[in-house]
């Protein structure tokens, strides 16, 4: 996903946190590129600059919109729905998201409409290690796929292991995002692409991301 919560696209299912009471929260993030599932979705250079508005309730459910520039493909305005619980030490997340890209209305094949491009996501987390499985709920916009994560965090420092099944078997790949927190609002990560499907034009170069995130308060 590439929501800010309830994981960042980097870490998905690292770590899971869980509300005591419902909340409204607001987040600003800085980043020198949109790192996307070991993808570099900002090619010609522009850094990321998102925001985020999310409510949680205590009962687990939680919905929000997340909004960046700095994708090649133009604005992104993404719309999530989801819950989360914990039953013992494990702890689960459900979610809906969907991709709306405004500046494209009016372009054959635009992902403007609800629902053109979405994903459903399962996501657990054991003591800190995590798996999740996200899957589109149609098709039509980017194929049949299943995008699998395995994630261990261990106070600042995380791991995440990508693994991207798709149908057209050119569009496989892997990928290893390593991150440190440096505080609460400062992040880096290093993300590699480990393997890529036959024929894929994929740039495999080590990515660098560093993000800054502001907390906003009301």
Known sequence: MKTLFPVSACLLCSVLSFPTQAELTAELELANLYLFRGINMSQSGSPMVAGELNYQHQSGLYAGVWS???????VEVDYYLG???KVSNLEYDISYLNYYYPS???TAGAIVDFNDYAELSLSLNYLGAGFSVTTPTKEEAAGGYQ???LGYGNEQFSATLGVNDHEDKRNDYSHLDLAYHINDQLSFVVSQVLTKGSGSNLNNATLWQISY??????
Request: hydrophobic share 25%; proline share 5%.
């Open 83 to 85: 819950f989360t619980g």
């Open 104 to 106: 494209q209305k009016g």
């Open 147 to 149: 995008y699998y994560t």
């Open 213 to 218: 995130h502001l907390p906003i308060n009301f």
């Open 68 to 74: 960046t520039s700095g994708d090649d493909a133009g």
